[in-house]
């Protein structure tokens, strides 16, 4: 078995990542991997699983949770809880290659719009330096 902390899980979807302990890359998860509901898996969550591989690369197999994410307005983070804080420009580059390539029939116009949207929540979230 291997721990690991979730990165990222869209709960409609039904899939996200598991970034393993020991380092390397990061690892599929699939809902149907899973040994709990679904709505228990959030990012911070730490898990544990069956390594597998997979002709995608890594992915989890009899997926058990450790430890729930910390409440947030709870404890401080630790130290490897923090994250970066992003210039705008760092910012924008991450948030319109992600729009792109979540949703390549967006127009120009919309990206606009939805970054600019972002980029105002992450500025008063302190994501983003102003």
Same mark, same amino acid.
């Given at each position: 078995?291997?721990?690991?902390?979730?990165?990222r899980f869209d709960e409609v979807r039904?899939?996200?990542?598991?970034?393993p302990d020991?380092?390397?890359e990061d690892v599929f998860i699939h809902v149907n991997d899973?040994?709990?509901?679904?709505?228990l898996i959030a990012p911070g969550v730490v898990v544990e699983f069956d390594p597998e591989d997979s002709d995608r690369g890594p992915?989890? &197999?009899?997926? &058990?949770?450790?430890r729930s994410a910390p409440a947030s307005g709870g404890e401080s983070p630790t130290e490897d809880e923090l994250f970066d804080v992003l210039s705008a420009k760092e910012f924008?580059?991450?948030?319109?290659?992600a729009l792109l390539? &979540?949703?390549?029939?967006?127009?120009?116009e919309q990206v606009l719009q939805v970054r600019q949207k972002l980029t105002q929540i992450a500025v008063r979230h302190g994501w983003v330096d102003a």
């Open positions: 078995m291997v721990t690991g902390k979730v990165i039904g899939y996200g990542f598991v970034a020991s380092g390397g899973l040994t709990f509901d679904k709505r992915k989890a &197999s009899n997926v &058990s949770i450790v924008h580059e991450v948030v319109t290659e390539t &979540s949703a390549p029939t967006m127009t120009a």
